[in-house]
């Protein structure tokens, strides 16, 4: 199963009698030359410049700062572990370690180790967006492209695309319906002002100007999942004709009777994770938390989830 082996990360690749590379970048070989075999690939001293990254890279945006922090850790210590690239034409193409790259051009190193492999365009695809899901660095949005392209690059289908990458295919479905949101609110996904939780609620609305609307009026508000979640019910009772209280009073009674803001975040977390609504309901004698599944497959999957926690 590719999922299980990429599980370890780049350890399978490097697996097969590795020889570690010089710690200090002073120490490095100042030419391109083999420093090590890794089951059977070479370790190469690569100049920076021969490599590119790859277009099946799902990760749009790298924090300056954590790169600067790796820069450093690269001066005062080298690249402890290779990159991973491989040969396309007569350039090198990043697999995975794309980070390391632009990190150890920042520390000013012109060179760096790199395990070279014959990889297809669906192995790459695959070990890059494995790469960042495992280490947690991409956004809800970054992750519903990085299944879609998967996809696409892989014929599959979700359930399929979730064996791959160790999600349950309920998961990977949520992700991606995220895709079918206007691209400002996507955005703000994107950007962190809309927690996928809120972006999901939004779905429920009927056309891409009231999610827009909605999605402003959250973020002015600061709206909790909860609380928008009562604004989408008042908006879908308004628009059959059932008596309701306005959207703006029906968020703001969600919020009110001092519940913590703790307790929503909880209660989204939950929700994400477990991928199906939850309801978390709080007293210092007695809590609850309900967790609502549709049918006997969806219970089974989440008492699976919860088992393995």
């Keep these: 199963m590719v999922d299980r082996r990429l599980g370890r990360g780049l350890d399978f690749f490097l697996s097969g009698g590795r020889q570690s590379t010089p710690a200090n970048p002073a120490q490095a070989p100042t030419r391109e030359e083999s420093v090590s075999k890794a089951g059977g690939d070479d370790v190469m001293m690569l100049e920076l410049s021969k490599l590119a990254p790859s277009p099946f890279q799902p990760r749009k945006h790298i924090d300056e700062a954590e790169l600067q922090t790796l820069a450093e850790s690269i001066r005062a210590s080298g690249i402890l572990q290779p990159i991973l690239a491989r040969r396309v034409d007569d350039r090198f193409e990043i697999v995975a370690g794309e980070r390391r790259w632009r990190a150890a051009k920042l520390a000013g190193l012109s060179q760096a180790p790199v395990l ?93 100007e009231t999610m827009v609307r909605s999605a402003e009026e959250c973020i002015r508000q600061g709206w909790s999942v909860r609380a928008l979640e009562a604004q989408v019910k008042a908006a879908q009772e308004a628009s059959m004709g059932a008596p309701s209280t306005s959207a703006p009073a029906a968020a703001a009674n969600a919020k009110s009777k001092g519940r913590p803001v703790w307790l929503n975040e909880v209660e989204e977390s939950l929700r994400d994770n477990l991928s199906t609504p939850v309801q978390v309901r709080y007293s210092a004698k007695r809590s609850k938390i309900v967790i609502e599944c549709a049918g006997r497959a969806e219970f089974e999957r989440v008492l699976d989830r919860l088992k393995n926690a």
């Design 116 to 208: 070279v492999r014959a990889i297809t365009d669906q192995e790459s695809a695959v070990f890059g967006l494995v790469e960042n899901l495992q280490r947690e660095d991409l956004n809800a949005i970054e992750k519903a492209q990085g299944f879609q392209l998967l996809m696409s690059k892989l014929s599959a289908t979700q359930e399929e695309v979730a064996k791959k990458v160790g999600f349950e295919r309920s998961t990977v479905a949520n992700f991606l319906r995220l895709l079918d949101l206007p691209e400002p609110i996507q955005a703000h996904v994107s950007r962190g002002t809309l927690s996928m939780g809120h972006a999901r609620t939004l779905l429920a609305l009927p056309d891409a």
